[in-house]
């Protein structure tokens, strides 16, 4: 699977980022200090299961500015993120993957904008509070998504 970086321009900032594959698309958040291509061969795994995989090196990160003073917090990020997806013309809503801090923005943006998001994983992310109210069904969709990839049996979803 061929991992092509790119760069856009998110906010009136530029932004770059790693994308492969084709089909369900998967947003991975890379954890703080990282980039975009830390996660190169995860990348190449995820997009290898008919993922379209799209790997923003976050603002401050990679090559990627940071975000204004204004806005450096998880929910600037979160913001940040969904105006890439805009940016990127994703339609549909997307599995977020985030590691650690991007776990952390990952809860924030399903919790914030839940029609962006279809199903979250979250790698080494640090304690985060999700008001049931928030999202109350965001715990089955990861939990279906998870089904449909063959990585929660049937009986769990029967239960």
Do not use: K
Request: aromatic content about 6%; glycine content about 10%; hydrophobic content about 45%.
């Amino acid at each position: 699977m061929i991992v092509t970086d790119r760069r856009t321009f998110v906010q009136d900032r530029p932004a770059g980022y790693s994308t492969a594959g084709d089909g369900l698309p998967v947003l991975l958040l890379h954890g703080w200090a990282l980039g975009q291509r830390t996660y190169r061969a995860v990348i190449e795994s995820i997009a290898e299961q008919d993922c379209r995989v799209i790997a923003p090196s976050l603002p401050g990160f990679g090559g990627t500015p940071g975000l204004p003073e204004a806005d450096f917090s998880l929910r600037g990020y979160a913001a940040w993120v969904a105006d890439l997806l805009d940016v990127l013309d994703v339609t549909e809503p997307v599995v977020v993957v985030g590691h650690s801090f991007g776990g952390r923005i990952g809860v924030r943006l399903a919790a914030r904008q839940p029609e962006l998001v279809s199903a979250l994983v979250l790698t080494g992310a640090p304690l985060v509070r999700l008001s049931p109210a928030a999202s109350p069904s965001l715990g089955y969709r990861l939990v279906r998504q998870l089904n449909r990839w063959g990585l929660v049996p049937d009986a769990v979803m029967d239960a």
